[in-house]
Structure formats: structure tokens, C-alpha cells
């Protein structure tokens, strides 16, 4: 049985893992929102929200997205925090609820499926009313924006993220376990 501090370990590591690949991997993806730009910092939530629940998955959440929010995504301001804590956050719950209770392959791609829905629909009104009462953006111009930038860009990075936990979730998992049966048999 893993301790404590062997998940908080872990859960730090992951963090870490995550603002590095923010930090790192960083690029636009629609052309008309080129300030819209995909980042796979939300990969680590999702393995720590199917590894330990979707608790310490919006934990990790609130944490790097405030680390990266003064560091570096400073000019998005608090704002910026705030909708992507709102973004990733239910993405990180929703897939790590559903995948605590069907753990299996066929269950992390319905539960990472129903988190990529659910960011994407979230972030409708979280864009109508962040980027018109805090950014000043016109509420035309943003109505204008969802189905042509806002939309398409939660859904690619949404589904980007997915299949990329999809692909390291299990061996990383494999990984960060098999360090405890080495530990035990070390003692």
C-alpha cells in the first residue's frame, strides 16, 4: 500500500512534469486566435486525477495554474488563472470521477471523452462572460469567436490531451508504481 508521502511525492513530481511541458511545449493552433496556444501541461492533472482521483487532479490543478499564471501566462492576469482552472478543472474531475468508478481501458476513454465534452461546453459561458466583463472583447466579436476559434481549439486540445494520456497513462502509471515494490524490496 503506497503511504502518504509517496502520493504527495508523486503528485509534486507531476505537477512539476506539468509546468515544464507548459513551459517547454507551447505553440497556436486556430490562426485567427493565435493567443489561443496549446499547451500539454493538463496531461500530468489527468494521470495524477486517474491515479489518485479527481481531488488530487484539481488540486494539481489550482496549484500549476496558478504558478503559471505568474510565471508564464502573466499577461492573461487572474483572469487567465481563473479560466483555466475553470477549463482544466472539469476536465481533470470529470474524467478522474468517472474513471474512479470504471477502471478500464473502455472507462478512461469514456471517462477522458465526457472530460473533453464537458471543458468544451464549459468554457461557452466562461468565454462570454470572462473575456467580455474582464477583457473588454465585444460580446459579438466573442459570439463571433466560439464557433470559429473557441470551440475548435478546447476541442483539439482537449482531444490532443486525450490521446496523449491514453498512450502514457499505464506505463507511466506501471512506473511510479514499480518504484514502491523496489523500495519494499529494498527494505
Known amino acids: 500500500m503506497e503511504n502518504k508521502t509517496n502520493r504527495l511525492v508523486r503528485i509534486a513530481v507531476l505537477s512539476a512534469l506539468s509546468i515544464v511541458l507548459v513551459v517547454l511545449i507551447k505553440f497556436p493552433i486556430i490562426p485567427s486566435a493565435p493567443f489561443l496556444e496549446y499547451e500539454p501541461g493538463d496531461v500530468p492533472m489527468l494521470v495524477a486525477a486517474f491515479m489518485y482521483g479527481p481531488m488530487a487532479g484539481i488540486i494539481m490543478t489550482v496549484i500549476v495554474s496558478a504558478i503559471q499564471a505568474f510565471t508564464v501566462s502573466a499577461a492573461s492576469g487572474w483572469v487567465g488563472l481563473v479560466m483555466h482552472v475553470i477549463a482544466t478543472g472539469t476536465f481533470v474531475v470529470v474524467s478522474g470521477a468517472i474513471y474512479k468508478k470504471y477502471h478500464t481501458f473502455k472507462g ?22 470572462f473575456s467580455v466583463r474582464f477583457y473588454g472583447i465585444p460580446y459579438d466579436v466573442v459570439m463571433a469567436m466560439l464557433p470559429t476559434a473557441i470551440l475548435p481549439f478546447n476541442l483539439i486540445k482537449s482531444l490532443a490531451n486525450s490521446l496523449i494520456v491514453i498512450l502514457v497513462y499505464k506505463p507511466l502509471s506501471r512506473f511510479l508504481k514499480g518504484i514502491d515494490k523496489v523500495q519494499k524490496n529494498e527494505a
Open 108 to 129: 478512461a476513454f469514456a471517462a477522458l471523452a465526457a472530460g473533453s465534452i464537458s471543458m468544451v461546453l464549459v468554457m461557452i459561458p466562461s468565454n462570454l462572460f
